[in-house]
Nanobody, 128 residues
């Protein structure tokens, strides 16, 4: 059973920084594409940063590009999201997800509840 547990969320003033972590257990972490997603109140879930199994491929949403950095530590089975210059609109529940890197599976799109494992989320609140 693959489990993902996010941590690091909280309250921060606009312009501040947070680093989110996602600890993964129950699977072979180095074989997972990984991603960070967020869902603000009343909005659909948004893909914000994804990384391929090797860590050498990344893709960022335009809304966060230049302000966040995704990384994965295969030795620690942990995914990170460093977020800087946070804005009010970054307020949301942040989720990490894992998808097995198999033939035909790409890291940069097609993430859903059926083909990926998801964490429970961590709240990030940015005050203006």
């Amino acid at each position: 059973q693959v489990q993902l547990v996010e941590s690091g969320g909280g309250w921060v003033q606009a312009g501040g920084s947070l680093r989110l972590s996602c600890a993964v257990s129950g699977g072979t972490f180095s074989n997972f594409h990984m991603g960070w997603f967020r869902q603000a109140a009343g909005k659909e879930r948004e893909q914000i940063a994804v990384i391929n199994w090797s860590g050498h491929g990344t893709l960022y949403a335009n809304s966060v590009k230049g302000r966040v950095a995704i990384s994965k530590d295969n030795a620690k089975n942990t995914l990170y999201l460093q977020m800087d210059t946070l804005q009010f609109d970054d307020t949301a529940v942040y989720y990490c997800a894992a998808k097995v890197a198999r033939s035909g599976s790409v890291y940069y799109r097609d993430w859903n509840d059926e083909n990926a494992y998801w964490g429970q989320g961590t709240q990030v609140t940015v005050s203006s």
